[in-house]
């Protein structure tokens, strides 16, 4: 005889089981992707790219391309028409509270609907991050907090963004795209009180959401939670897996590695692993090699008998050096280009099968409003303006001194160098602040002395351009009218940037 649950725990059951059949249902509609690339439309320029692909005759099966101007989007479409095109999103703010009620996150949602409309893409990617918080700017992804409150946070804005897109948008297949939620890396720490495969086990348990499973990230993960100081990697990986919703993962990205490019010690230094070998301080980079550690860890994954949804497994190489890519794709699509996509034992539910999700739970006011306070304290933890005190920081105590090089190192390398060296953008402006005394790391401290709110769609480039110009009025009101020059010069130029490159690119055969 079964067991009987008490009333409460069935109806979760028939809860989740609805949101489990309408995630199978949609990913049924989803055909193997195979191998590809993760790109984007101008670093490296889309067109040299392909060329160069052509030329050593090799061909991903599909590639996921990076948000990017509606114009270019077209011309890669147009370019590249014979090849499956998914779209990896940014500046949807899914950890965040409070985003789902926001006019600008729906503005949002309905671009991205287009760009997905334009390359007809099955899956919208979109890292499990932000690189805004309460009021605070970042230049590259901050993970969310790890908390149960947080987990269901973002597994309602997934839902919302799905149910928005589920509106907007109809693909030549007749279905929506499907949300593809990336776990992020761990930049040197991390905050929260769950482990990160419990986390997503949680999202997954409302959201009808894939999955991607990047393996440089997995690594940080290692690296960054302290887990290293208990396990081997392959040790790790495998309790992991165990953990981790992998009959969710839809996607696999491997992408590079490397210690901060500021090359400071502090940020580039080894630690004792617990066997016999060194692990270096890496983060995730893009335009670094892949290291054969990865695709060591990948074999690992790919033979988990959890991963029963892959569709497909993808380097993810913007801002890598054309040649490099084309070299590291060689020799991935020669390794992995008998590789089994697990297509015949999926169940395939059919439509009518599909109950239709219940409607979302919200969270309650009074959580809503702790979870608020929460990622105000951890983005002021983040910047240096807060002690690491609490249970969400008890794991970064087990790299004691990672969130003090976060803070003292990546981030002002983040706001004077990174994604616009400030140097160069305002060259005259600068020189003037330094005749009269005035130093840059000054603007590190005025980018993160307050928080202010945003009024548009997030763009790293623009707010830098706007801080600094805000920065150069308090400091030295006198120099503020080049600056001020120097700002249109910048926002034309960026303005303009993106012609060349349609224009190039529609010069492909
Ligand atoms: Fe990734």
Known sequence: MGKILPLGESIRMAALDSVEREF????S?????GLGLSVDAYSPDFTSLLGAL????????????????????????????DVLLPYH?????????????????????????GHLQTLDSAWMNHECATKSIAGYSFGTYLPPLY???????????????????????????????????????????????????????????????????????????????GAWRRASLGQFVSTFLDEFPMHRVVEIHVAGLSIHESGSTAASGPVKESGDGFLPAWIDAHAAPIPAVLFEMLDQVLSHPGLTSLRGLALEVDTKPVELIVDEFALFAERYRSMQFPTKDMPVVSEDRVPGLPKAERL???????????YDRYARVAVGRADPVGTEWTH?????????????????YEILHWGGDVESMFPE????????????????????SRPRPRARSYDFFLVKIERFVEFVQDEAREVCGIAEQEADELRRAYDAANEPLVQTMSEYP
């Open 54 to 81: 052509h030329r050593r005759q090799v061909r991903p099966a599909y590639l996921e391309v990076f948000r990017a101007a509606p114009a270019a989007l077209a011309v890669i479409k147009r370019q590249a028409s």
């Open 24 to 27: 199978l249902h949609r990913l």
């Open 396 to 412: 970064s105590t087990a790299c004691a001194d990672a969130l003090d090089t976060y803070r003292a190192i990546y981030l002002p």
């Open 429 to 448: 402006t600068c020189r003037r602040l330094a005749a009269q005394g005035v130093s840059l790391s000054r603007f590190v401290h005025f980018w993160f």
């Open 89 to 113: 999103g940014e500046g949807l703010w899914v950890t965040q509270p409070g985003i789902a009620d926001d006019p600008l996150f729906a503005e949002e949602v309905h671009e991205v609907a």
């Open 29 to 33: 509609l989803i055909q193997v992707h």
């Open 364 to 374: 309650s006011d009074a959580v809503a409003r702790g979870l608020e306070e929460a």
């Open 147 to 225: 908390t149960e409150p947080s987990a269901c946070m973002v597994a309602e804005n997934t839902r919302r963004v799905q149910e928005l897109l589920d509106r907007q948008c109809r693909l030549s297949h007749g279905a929506a795209p499907l949300v593809l939620l990336e776990m992020p890396p761990l930049t040197y720490f991390v905050a929260g009180t769950m482990a990160v495969p419990r986390y997503f086990q949680v999202v997954i348990e409302s959201a009808p959401c894939g999955l991607v499973l990047d393996i440089g990230h997995l690594w940080t993960v290692y690296r960054y939670s």
